[in-house]
């Protein structure tokens, strides 16, 4: 969902942080669960209602990228029980032996999981996550202030929109939209592919007026700028308290993203983070998050019981027919991206 860097740092000495773990101590005791979650997306309500239901108390620990929870886990200062990770970060883990097999014999209510967010790629057998909420990434246009037709990344980069531009502080997200106006796939990262990026980037950059990945939509909510390339969720807050806000998906290419619940090897509560899954996974639980943070739901059963209003609205669940991809974990290239686009912020 939010700020990606390189996870080069994170699995080098995967061996030796996992040893490390053993000699930790865990934060929780019986009946209390760790939970590492990304902010703003895991409503209070939801973590009061599990614990009022089952006893277990909930220790809600945020981060504000996939790669800082994955670095903190390696660290092993806090046995986690449950962790939330973007799709590709979830791959990463699971080809290092990061994350418990979920027992699916507690998990009843899998059943509600539409059949399009199961037997993903970065999870083929389902064996290891649970997806939590997805969404897309593309761009807001506050329609009162800019007239001229935003249609994908060169129009929102045009130069008379210098100082008008929110953007997603994700050097991935900026390398893979430069990638797109070349013609690349979502996957393409390569050393050659990258580089390529260099020059689009290298345009772009200064009329950049700012990178959150936060909370993109408060620039834009408070007239700090026009146009913004942001979290669909964000984009779908925005809307919902103004419909002059609209959200356009980039012709030239756009992707999803999955974040999911996975149990990482450090858990010393299994029990505890598979009842919080599959309370999770409940409708009227799924229907709590989609009402405070309306990403999209990949909840069959949830989205029943969604408003009209709340369907409709086009960064939630966008009309767009097009077949959208998810970022695949790419290794040690991401140092190359994150490199890139530092020496690139550091020249505008």
Known sequence: MKTTKSLLLAVTGLAVAL??????????AA????LFAWSEYVPEDVIKGFTKETGIKVNYETYASGEEMLAKVLAGGVAYDLVQPPDY?????IQNQLLVPLDKAKLDNLKNILPEFRNMPHDPED???VPYMTGTVGIVVNTEKVTTPIKGFKDLFAPANKGRIVVVDDSRELVVAALYTLGHSINDITPASIEAARPVLKNWMPLIKLYDSDSPKTALLNGDVDLGYVWG???AILWNEDKKFTYVLPEEGAHIFVDVLCIPTTSKNTEAAHAFINYILRPEISKLISDAFPYTNP???ARKLLTPEQLANPASYPKDKRKFDTFRHIGETGSLIDQ???DLKAGS
Request: glycine residues 16%; negative net charge; proline residues 3%.
């Open 233 to 235: 969720g964000e984009a």
């Open 31 to 34: 009946g209390e669960l760790n």
């Open 19 to 28: 040893f490390a773990f053993t000699g930790c101590k865990p934060k929780n």
């Open 340 to 342: 890139l686009v530092t």
């Open 127 to 129: 064996g290891f996550t």
């Open 89 to 93: 970060i979830a791959e990463a883990m």
């Open 299 to 301: 909840n069959g059963e």
